[in-house]
C-alpha cells in the first residue's frame, strides 16, 4: 500500500509523485493509496491522485483511495471527479 504524507500543497506535489510512482513496481495489479495521514492539503492533492491513475491505468493497473479526508472528497465532489478517485 502506498501512502500520502500529512502535508499535500503545491510545494510538495512532485516530490509526492515522484515517491509514490517509484513505490508502483511493487504494487499488485490494484494499487491501494493510503490518504488517512493527510492533515494539510489543497487541490493539488487531487491532481496528484489524478496522475497516479492515470500512471496506473497506462501500467494496467487500477487505483483506489483509502482513508481520504472528507474535505478533500468534497473538493473531488466539487470537481466532478469523485468517481475517478474510487474508495476502499
Known sequence: MLSLP????????????????SGLALEGAQVVVDASALQRFDSSALAVLLELR???????????????????????????????????
Open 6 to 21: 500529512t502535508e499535500l500543497t503545491h510545494d510538495q506535489a512532485k516530490k509526492c509523485l515522484a515517491q509514490l510512482t
Open 54 to 88: 492515470r500512471i496506473c491505468l497506462r501500467a494496467g493497473k487500477g487505483l483506489q483511495v483509502k482513508g481520504l479526508p472528507k474535505h478533500l472528497g468534497d473538493l473531488a465532489t466539487l470537481y466532478g471527479i469523485e468517481s475517478l478517485l474510487p474508495l476502499v
